[in-house]
């Protein structure tokens, strides 16, 4: 079943993933380095460690 909101989307529900490709996701060092770079500008920083920590 496809969602409303992407019903009308060219391709959406049609393509389904078995595997993750490695290249297309950081490694837990490169992660751990955004999340610490993000963490330190300041207040707003801070918020957007969580918005990063799940993409």
């Given at each position: 079943m496809v969602p409303a909101a992407a019903q009308g989307v060219a391709g959406a529900g049609e393509h389904e993933v078995s595997q993750v490709d490695p290249g297309s996701v950081?490694?837990?060092?490169?992660?751990?380095?955004?999340?610490?770079?993000?963490?330190?500008?300041?207040?707003?920083?801070?918020?957007?460690?969580?918005?990063?920590?799940?993409?």
């Open positions: 950081v490694n837990p060092i490169q992660g751990r380095m955004l999340l610490d770079a993000v963490r330190s500008r300041g207040a707003r920083g801070k918020r957007l460690v969580a918005f990063f920590a799940l993409i």
